[in-house]
């Protein structure tokens, strides 16, 4: 049975939906700016020890952070958009009303 909610708890509701997610984005912002700030300098740092550009640019030890930050982003992502994130339900009717709608003017 599905629980019905008031119109003031659904707008808690989505509300709260919408500071999740405005909260997983200015955390996305963060983790890029501050891991291309971070590979910049330990790029930097490996060429002042005699590392050619290319050499320093590909050393993977570089962008450990990247991997590491960017499980915790995707643990994020999932809890804020759900497991599914681009292949839902939602999705899948979208694309065919979509596939519907590109028939339908075909004729």
């Known amino acids: 049975m599905k629980q019905r909610y008031t119109e003031e708890q659904q707008y808690i509701l989505a509300r709260k939906k919408v500071e ?3 909260k997983f984005y200015k955390h996305l912002a963060t983790y890029i700016i501050i891991n291309t700030f971070l590979s910049a300098i330990f790029i930097v740092g490996d060429m002042n020890d005699g590392d050619t550009f290319k050499e320093a640019f590909w050393d993977y030890h570089n ?3 990247w991997l590491y930050w960017g499980i915790g982003i995707l643990f994020q992502a999932i809890s804020t958009f759900g497991l599914p994130l681009f ?3 939602d999705w899948e009717q979208r694309k065919i009303n979509n596939y519907l709608e590109q028939e339908n003017r075909k004729r």
Do not use: G, S, T
């Open 63 to 65: 962008y450990k952070i």
């Open 87 to 89: 292949l839902n339900k």
């Open 20 to 22: 999740k997610i405005r």
